[in-house]
C-alpha cells in the first residue's frame, strides 16, 4: 500500500499548500515507523513543503531498522534531527514488551546517526514497566546520559484500552508510588547532567528544545497531514480519516472538524501551558477567575506564581491531570 498511500498524502499537501506563501519552520514525520520506508518517498514530499532554511525537520526512527546509508540519506535530503524510539535500555524488559530491536541496536543507531552527521537527536523512554525497579531505571537514565544525545522524552508507562497489557495486565508492575519515585529521579538526574526539564516530560541540552511540539505546547496553528493526523488551522481542530483505504480513496475528506469557541481556546491555553516548566502568563481578570483554584494548590505546595507567572511544581506535575481538570471543569 505504500505507492497508493504516498499518492494520497502528496495529493493532500498539494491541495492543502497550493497558493500558500507561508514557509514552514517545523516539519515532524512520525507515527508507527517511518524507517522502513525508502528515502526517496520521502525527499518528494520535502519537495512539495516550502520550508525555512533554519527549519527543524524531524523524523522518527526505531533501533534496528535503520543502517548509516539510509540515515545519511535523510540528512542529505534535508532531516536534521532523530527521535528514536528506544522506550527501555534492558534486553529483558524490551522481549516483555514485544520491542524487535535489543540495546545493541540502539547504540549502534545513535553511533551511526553521529556518524552521518545528526547532531540534534532525541530518544524516547518508558518508566513504569513490568519489571523494572526505581534502581534499574536510575541505570537506564545513566545510560541514556551516556548516549550523548541531545534530548530526552520521558514518559509514564499507560495501558490503553484494547491492548494486550490491557487484556493481560502484567503482574510485576512497579506500584505507583515507585512510578512517582522515577519520575521525581528523572527530573533530579537529568537536570544535574545539563539537561533543561521544559516541559513534563521533556528534557533537552540548553537550545535543543523540540521546536516542533513546543507549537502544541504554545497553542499555535499546524497542519496534519496523512492517516489518523491532526491538524489545528484558523481555529479549526480536525482529524483525518483513520481507516487506510477510506484515506486512500480521498485524502481531503476530514473524519472531524470543530470550529473552537474564545471558552475553549482560552481552556486550551491554560490546558497546554501548564504542561510547559516555564508556565503561562496570567491576566487580573484570569487571577479573578481562577483565584481560589490557584491558592488551594499553592498553599499545597504543587502550585507557584511569581511575577504573574504561573507554574506546577514538580509535585504538581504529579497530579497535573487533576488539577487542570478543576480550571477546565470551573
Known sequence: MVEKYFKALEQEITCNLSGLKTKFSTLYIGGGTPSIIDSAYYEKLLSLINMRNDAEITIEVNPGTVDGEYLKK?????????????????????????????????????????????????IDLIYGLP?????????????????????????????????????????????????????LKTIEILEQNDFKHYEISNFSKPGYESRHNLTYWNNEEYFGFGLSAHGYVDGVRYSNNQNL??????????????????????????????????????????????????????????????????????????????????????
Open 131 to 183: 519489571g523494572q525497579t526505581l534502581s534499574g531505571w536510575q541505570k537506564m537514565l545513566c545510560q541514556a546520559i551516556e548516549l550523548d544525545v541531545q534530548h530526552i522524552s520521558a514518559y509514564g508507562l499507560k495501558i490503553e484500552e484494547g491492548t494486550k497489557f490491557y487484556r493481560n495486565p502484567p503482574q510485576n508492575l512497579p506500584d505507583e508510588d515507585e512510578v512517582v519515585q522515577m519520575y
Open 245 to 330: 483505504e477510506k484515506y486512500i480513496i480521498n485524502p481531503l475528506k476530514k473524519e472531524s472538524e470543530k470550529l473552537l469557541s474564545e471558552a475553549e481556546r482560552n481552556e486550551e491555553a491554560i490546558f497546554l501551558g501548564l504542561r510547559l516548566r516555564k508556565g503561562i502568563d496570567i491576566s487580573e481578570s484570569f487571577y479573578k477567575r481562577f483565584g481560589y483554584i490557584i491558592e488551594k494548590y499553592s498553599s499545597l505546595g504543587l502550585m507557584s506564581m511569581e511575577n504573574n507567572v504561573l507554574t506546577l511544581t514538580p509535585e504538581g506535575i504529579l497530579l497535573s491531570n487533576n488539577i487542570l481538570a478543576e480550571f477546565i471543569e470551573e
Open 74 to 122: 535523510l540528512k542529505e535530503i534535508g532531516f536534521n534531527r532523530l527521535s528514536i524510539g528506544v522506550q527501555c535500555l534492558d534486553n529483558s524488559i524490551l522481549k516483555t514488551l514485544n520491542r524487535l530491536h535489543t540495546v545493541e541496536n540502539t547504540i549502534n543507531t545513535v553511533k551511526a546517526a553521529k556518524e552521518s552527521g545528526f547532531n540534534n537527536i532525541n
